[in-house]
């Protein structure tokens, strides 16, 4: 499938390739491809949280659930999509939390969040891959497991990462994650239905700010368009 991992994260995850539920995830894969199953992100993006954002440049965590499920959005980034695309319900929710919280205009059409990324953002999806036009799709063939176990893995070998978990899927996975070692932010799901519940005035992006400036790290470029 072509896939491109930085190799930090190859090196780490080497012996989670390994373990028999991911060689099965790998067949099952292979099998939707074969009888003509069209899967996102394309192969060269299933791993692109992990290319873009080396193992030691992480800062922040933000986990999703599976990918968007339509023709040329999905690329490997929770929340984000490919440029062109409209930028959907949640991110335009994420867009209006961030203009209120820290006084940045974000753009209407604009939705690829690589530069955050690249600032040492892991948008981490808990599922990788989806069926098009059949959400959660791809949900209970391994996915989970894989990316629990990274997860787990950033909280035990990694110190004061934030972690900002929307949504009760998300929260869930706080149970991964060492209180004491690291930060953990939630609140509602950005998605209209459950936006104005928690997730509006949440001011998780000047939060992460003030945490990684206190850490003496370099504070997170919110700011997005598509000249930048």
Not at 69 to 76: M, P, R, S
Not at 187 to 204: E, I, Q, T, V
């Amino acid at each position: 499938m072509n896939v491109q991992i930085h190799p930090s994260w190859a090196k780490i995850l080497k012996d989670e390739f390994e373990m028999p539920y991911f060689k099965q995830l790998t067949l099952f894969l292979r099998s939707e491809k074969s009888v003509g199953k069209k899967i996102f992100p394309k192969g060269a993006h299933i791993f692109n949280a992990f290319n873009l954002t080396p193992y030691d440049n992480l800062k922040v965590v933000i986990i999703g659930q599976d990918p968007y499920h339509g023709e040329g959005q999905a690329h490997g980034l929770s929340f984000s999509v490919l440029n062109g695309q409209k930028v959907p319900p949640s991110l335009k929710n994420i867009f209006k939390e961030i203009e209120s919280d820290i006084g940045v205009t974000m753009p209407a059409n604009f939705g690829n969040l690589t530069k955050w990324a690249s600032q040492g953002v892991l948008m981490l999806n808990s599922i990788l891959t989806v069926r098009a036009d059949e959400p959660s799709s791809h949900s209970k063939y391994g996915w989970t497991q894989f990316t629990d176990a990274v997860i787990k893995h950033i909280s035990d070998n990694h110190t004061s990462i934030v972690f900002m978990l929307w949504g009760n899927f998300a929260k869930a996975k706080s149970s991964l994650i060492n209180p004491y070692k690291h930060y953990i932010l939630s609140a509602a799901h950005p998605s209209p239905f459950s936006a104005d519940k928690g997730f509006f005035g949440c001011k998780h992006f000047s939060k992460t700010n003030s945490i990684l400036i206190k850490n003496k790290l370099d504070p997170i470029d919110w700011k997005i368009s598509p000249e930048l």
